[in-house]
């Protein structure tokens, strides 16, 4: 078994920061056009000196072990970035202690790295001022799901 395999084995035993999160700020789905897998991450994000930064971030995947190891790693490594560091994390760096993806395993990180993206264009979007609703606007309702905790949009200040 290569060290790559080894180490997602031992992420799959404990995987971090799975499940739904019914608080999160923003959501991103992507499916993989190479496998068919599929796979959603919830952020939340707080304020932390000033700046708006992930507080923490969850997954569901519907895809491979490898997409999983990765999500797990990648949700870990999340906590405290803005959204513009997060945003410039590819498959390869989301993986972190696995180390390098194997080529054949690429499209899994990917999947993450897309969910992730996926996840903070939606944040994007609900952080423009509405012009007539305040705070009131919630997230979920652009995504054909209803909402089942209160959903806190945090406007971004800079
Ligand atoms: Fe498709 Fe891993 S095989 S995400």
């Known amino acids: 078994m290569s060290d790559f395999e080894e180490k997602v084995r031992e992420t799959l ?8 999160m019914q608080d999160a700020d923003s959501v991103g789905t992507v499916g993989s056009p190479d496998c068919g897998d599929m796979l959603r ?3 939340k994000f707080t304020e932390k000196d000033g700046k708006k930064v992930i507080d923490r971030a969850s997954f569901q995947s519907f895809g491979c072990q490898t997409a999983i190891a990765v999500a797990s790693m990648a949700t870990e490594m999340l906590k405290g970035k803005t959204a513009e560091e997060a945003a410039e994390l590819n498959a390869q760096e989301l993986s972190g202690d696995l180390g390098a993806l194997p080529p054949m395993k690429i499209h899994c990180g990917q999947l993450v790295e897309g969910a992730l993206k996926n996840a903070l264009d ?3 979007e609900s952080s423009q001022p509405a012009s007539n609703q305040g705070t009131s ?3 979920a309702s652009s995504m ?6 209160t959903l806190r949009i945090v406007p971004l200040e800079d």
């Open 122 to 124: 939606q944040d994007a």
């Open 41 to 43: 991450m919830w952020l």
């Open 137 to 139: 606007q919630t997230l």
């Open 13 to 20: 035993a404990n995987p971090q920061n799975q499940g739904e």
């Open 144 to 149: 054909h799901q209803k909402p089942k905790g």
